[in-house]
């Protein structure tokens, strides 16, 4: 049974930091992009970040940039995203995502975590 479980999240300070990972008990992780993910209360999901098989390229949204880093551990068949200078802003639950693996004929993401809460106080 496929699993990605995230943990890492908490409760911090605006300006403080958080290390989020997510382990995968995936057979063919290392050749999936994966991703994380948000959901604030009363919005959308929203794209953070992602990371190519390989390590690179990676991609985050606007609003993260430079604030945040997403790195993978294929041997671990893990991912991490570094969270600094954190927002009230960025208070949400942070989801994991593992595309469907290269040379797949489908898109998007192919399984998700079920979250870790992220909290920053003002």
């Known amino acids: 049974q496929v699993q990605l479980v995230e943990s890492g999240g908490g409760l911090v300070q605006a300006g403080g930091s958080l290390r989020l990972s997510c382990t995968a008990s995936?057979?063919?992780?290392?050749?999936?992009?994966m991703a994380w993910f948000r959901q604030a209360p009363g919005k959308e999901r929203e794209f953070v970040a992602s990371?190519?098989?390989?390590?690179?390229?990676?991609t985050y949204v606007d609003s993260v940039k430079g604030r945040f880093t997403i790195s993978r551990e294929n041997a671990k068949n893990t991912i991490y995203l570094q969270m600094n200078s954190l927002k009230p802003e960025d208070t949400a639950v942070y989801y994991c995502?593992?595309?469907?693996?290269?040379?797949?004929?489908?898109?998007?993401?192919?399984?998700w975590g079920q979250g870790t809460q992220v909290t920053v106080s003002p």
């Open positions: 990371i190519a098989w390989f390590g690179a390229p990676t």
């Open positions: 995502a593992a595309a469907w693996p290269i040379g797949s004929t489908n898109a998007g993401y192919e399984y």
């Open positions: 995936i057979r063919t992780f290392s050749r999936r992009t």
